[in-house]
C-alpha cells in the first residue's frame, strides 16, 4: 500500500488547491447564502466542468477523467478547505453511478459537461406511504434531505428493491439546514422512471461518498488548525502570545492528532477503495465515522480558542464548524458508518 501521493496524485493537489483558493473563496459562500437560491453560482460551476472535476471518476472513454478514489480524496480534500459551495461531491457521486449503470451516455455527458445537475435521492421521508416506490413505469411518493434538489435536472431515486433514473421538473420544498450554503429539499414524486439497477449498485457509491465526504472533513480541519495557529501566534496576553501557554498547547497538540489521525484513515480508505482490497468497505466506514467526530472537536475548538470572536458572523470558523456537522450527518452519519464498520469486520 502507497503512503504518499504519486507525482500526478501531487500535482493535482497543487493544482487544485490554488484554483480553489483564487476562485472559490469563502466570500462566494457567503454571498451563496444570503442570495443564491440554487447554493451555486453558474459561472464557476461551468469552470468546474472545464477543469474535469465532475466528471473525475467516469472512464475517459465516457467524457470523463478516468481517475480513482485518491484523486477523489484528493480533490475533496482541497474543496473542504475552502467550504467549496455547489454540489461537487453529490455530482461526482451521480456521474459515477450513471457511468457504472450504462445506458444513459447523452445525460452523463451533461453532468460532466455541467450543463445539467443529477442529485442522488436516497433518505424516505417516514414510513409507509412516505416511502418512494415503483409502480409499473411511475415513481410515486417522497423524499427527504435531497441536496441540490432545486437545481436538479434528474434524481437517481432509491427504492426498496433498486435504483431509478427520474427526469424533472420536480416540486420541491427547501428544507434550511445549520450550513446556509448547501442547499436540501423534500421532493414529491408523480414521474416515470427508468431502472439504472439494482440496489447493490449503490454499494460502491456509498463507500465513494464516505471516502469524499471524510477528505472534505479533513480539508475542513486542516484549514481550521491552520487559523487556531494564526491566531494564537499574534494575539496577545501577559505580554506574550496565547499560544506559548501549556494549556492552548495541549487543546492545539489534540488538534493536530485528530487532524493527522483522519488524513491516515482517509488515505488508507481511499487507496484501499482504489485497489479493490477485500477491506474497502470497513476502511472506508471507518474513515466516515472517525472524521465526523474528529472534525467537530476541532472545529468547536477553533471557535473556542478564538474568544468572543469565535462566536461572530464575521469570523469564517462557524463557516467550517457549520460544514462539518453537515458533513458529519449525510453520506452516511457516524451511527450508521459505524454499523457498517461493525458488519465489514464480521460482528
Known sequence: MRFELSEDQALLRSSTRDYFTKDAPLERSRRIME??????????????????????????????????????????????????????????????LLARAGGHDALLADVCGGTKVVAIARLDAGHGDGAARVAGATLRGRKEFVPFAGAADALVVTTADGVHL???????????TIDLAQRFGTVEFEHAAARLGGVELLEHTDRLAAVGAAAMLLGIMGRSLEMTLEYVNTRAAFQRPIGAFQALQHRLADMLLRTESTRSAVYRAAWCLAANDPDASLACATAKAYAGDAARLVCGETI??????????????????????????????????????????GY
Open 35 to 96: 442570495h443564491d437560491a440554487r447554493g451555486f453560482e453558474g459561472p464557476q460551476w461551468r469552470q468546474l466542468a472545464e477543469m474535469g472535476y465532475l466528471g473525475l471518476t467516469v472512464p475517459a472513454d465516457k467524457g470523463g477523467q478516468g481517475l480513482g478514489a485518491v484523486e477523489l480524496a484528493v480533490v475533496c480534500e482541497e474543496a473542504g478547505r475552502v467550504c467549496l459551495p455547489g454540489p461537487l461531491l453529490d455530482t461526482v457521486l451521480a456521474a459515477d
Open 304 to 345: 473556542q480558542m478564538h474568544g468572543g470572536i469565535g462566536f461572530t458572523w464575521e469570523l469564517d470558523a462557524h463557516l467550517f464548524f457549520k460544514r462539518a456537522k453537515t458533513l458529519e450527518q449525510f453520506y452516511g452519519s457516524t451511527d450508521e458508518q459505524l454499523e457498517r464498520a461493525l458488519k465489514a469486520a
Open 166 to 176: 427520474a427526469n424533472g421538473p420536480f416540486q420541491v420544498t427547501a428544507t434550511p
